[in-house]
């Protein structure tokens, strides 16, 4: 599946049933890539794709990512 923000303008109800759908589809084997703009989403996920206009700039597994200082994410999460 290919996903462009699934959880925006849901209630957290709603996601909270779509993100269950898409973990079960998960552990079935199927590949699910989701463009998100709430990182609040991102922390459960494989791996995480940062791109900054079109470009990458950060790729890894979000646990990695937030222990690095420099990271977007860290940066970004420091922000809110």
Request: hydrophobic fraction near 40%; glycine fraction near 4%; aromatic fraction near 8%.
């Amino acid at each position: 599946y290919i996903l462009d923000n699934p959880f925006n303008h849901l209630s957290p109800e709603s996601a909270g049933l779509v993100e269950s759908i898409l973990r079960e589809k998960q552990s079935q084997g199927v590949m699910i890539i989701m463009a998100l703009k709430d990182i609040n989403f991102a922390d459960e996920k494989d791996h995480i794709l940062i791109l900054d206009e079109g470009v990458s700039v950060e790729y890894g597994k979000y646990k990695d990512l937030t222990k690095n200082k420099n990271s977007r994410i860290t940066k970004f999460l420091k922000l809110k």
